[in-house]
């Protein structure tokens, strides 16, 4: 009875511990931060070429991607990388929510850059492939399939291109194109510059904060701001 009794004081302490942030390491030389797997309270429509959910978008001048109303007042910009679990899990779950929540209404804008991880091979690929699509008006279909598949070398990045329905010679011209190099690399010294080290990291109007958060979390750091 004692035992049955303790057994039972453990797991009753062991749910009260406080739950995680989840973060990646995003170092070149860094192991990774052991972490609690993510929890989510909502569940998210997928984003699809044709659906409600596909927000305006717009490919600025420094290479990011952006989502939603030019004239939002506030902005939360993302580094992310394709090869990232948990940026997947923000893009796949938490984004089509936000469109559906803030951006739509004109209340935000989401950016988007890529963060280029050397551990990855094919991280610059993606990067740059996202930055090709989006000059056609399709970046974000195109980090949605980047985001989906687990084949991400050249030859099926030009198979997601050929799926999306993108000029294909066109986006093959951009991704041999060493401007659009160039243009993943100024992204990248900026993302430095900022002392983004992991992904993904959030600028919320200039607040940075790091690491996967729980939706209810990420929508009360957004309703804080829009009441200021």
């Not at 009794?5 to 009753?12: A, D, Y």
């Not at 899990?89 to 936000?98: G, N, S, V, W």
């Not at 280029?116 to 930055?131: C, F, P, T």
């Amino acid at each position: 009875m004692r035992q049955l009794f303790l057994i039972s004081s453990v797991i009753i302490c062991t749910a009260c511990l406080p739950s995680t942030h989840v973060i990646e390491e995003g170092t070149e030389t860094g192991t990774g931060v052991k972490i609690e797997a993510p929890k989510h309270d909502s569940e998210a429509p997928e984003i699809t070429e044709t659906g409600s959910l596909l927000s305006t978008e717009r490919l600025l001048e420094t290479g990011v991607l952006e989502i939603g109303s030019s004239k939002a007042p506030h902005t939360l910009l993302i580094f992310t990388e394709h090869n990232c679990n948990y940026c997947r899990t923000f893009h796949k779950e938490q984004l089509p929510i936000l469109i559906s929540e803030f951006i739509n209404s004109g209340e935000l804008r989401i950016q988007i850059s890529p963060f280029v991880l050397n551990k990855y091979a094919n991280s610059k690929d993606l990067a740059q492939a996202a930055i090709c699509a989006s000059k056609q008006g399709k970046g974000l279909i195109m980090h949605n399939e980047l985001f989906s598949e687990s084949n991400r070398d050249l030859k099926s990045i030009n198979s997601y291109a050929k799926e999306i329905e993108l000029d294909e010679a066109e986006f093959e011209i951009c991704m041999n194109n060493t401007g659009s190099g160039s243009t993943v690399s100024k992204m990248q010294d900026w993302a430095k510059s900022l002392g983004v080290k992991y992904v993904p990291t959030f600028f919320l109007d200039g607040e940075k904060f790091e690491g996967l958060q729980y939706y209810s979390d990420l929508r009360g750091r957004i309703e804080k701001v829009l009441e200021d």
